[in-house]
């Protein structure tokens, strides 16, 4: 299990890579990214966010032969049934920046409820043993809030900037990094991952 392994993380994408690994910090492992072994990018053509993170994870573990840890992420509008789902980072189309793909969400959001549109940030965390692992730990964590007709923050990344945390009655992209660590999806989804791989390591907790 992972206290002092070396585990691969199957992302890319720099915003997550430095959320996650903010998380993980004090965690007694040695999280490195894929692209430190020239792995590129799996094909996301799951129908599921439980489904795309084990492609990335299975591709991660293969290419690497190190245990794996994936996430799979995105927003869901409830005016636009869910959408954009599991198409949040190319919402837009394949080549979308996270500008483009925010503007049309807000576009499309706001010509349907012009109040304030309910959505939520849904994030699954899977963990591999090994790239034929059959039994995969898997978690899920979802945060609630709303869509603001404008982009608010300096900090996160994706959607963050037009994301209304209601606790705290800013964006998700206006919170302190520390605090965003502790109450985001991907913190909830990875502190549920902890939780279970705890239980399997004998004698030792997993963080």
Request: proline fraction near 6%; glycine fraction near 10%; charge should be negative.
């Amino acid at each position: 299990m992972l206290p002092g392994r070396q585990v691969v993380l199957a992302s890319g994408n720099p915003g997550k890579l430095r959320e996650i690994g903010d998380i993980l910090a004090d965690l007694d492992m040695d999280l490195v990214p894929q692209s430190e072994y020239a792995v590129a990018a799996a094909a996301e053509t799951g129908l599921s966010f439980v489904e795309n993170a084990l492609i990335k994870a299975r591709h991660a573990a293969e290419h690497t032969g190190l245990p794996a840890i994936a996430d799979d992420s995105g927003i869901e509008v409830d005016c636009l049934g869910g959408a954009p789902g599991i198409y949040s980072s190319r919402y837009a189309g394949p080549d979308a920046s996270d500008r483009d793909n925010l503007e049309l969400l807000l576009e499309n959001a706001f010509a349907i409820d012009a109040g304030k549109p309910a959505a939520r940030f849904q994030c699954v965390m899977v963990y591999l043993e090994h790239a034929r692992d059959a039994t995969p730990v898997i978690a899920q964590g979802a945060w609630e809030g709303y869509l603001v007709r404008e982009p608010r923050g300096e900090n996160g990344f994706g959607y963050d900037p037009v994301f209304l945390v209601p606790d705290h009655g800013c964006t998700s992209a206006e919170l302190a990094p520390e605090v965003k660590n502790r109450i985001s999806h991907r913190a909830l989804a990875l502190q549920a991952l902890l939780d279970k791989l705890s239980t399997l390591v004998s004698g030792k907790p997993a963080y």
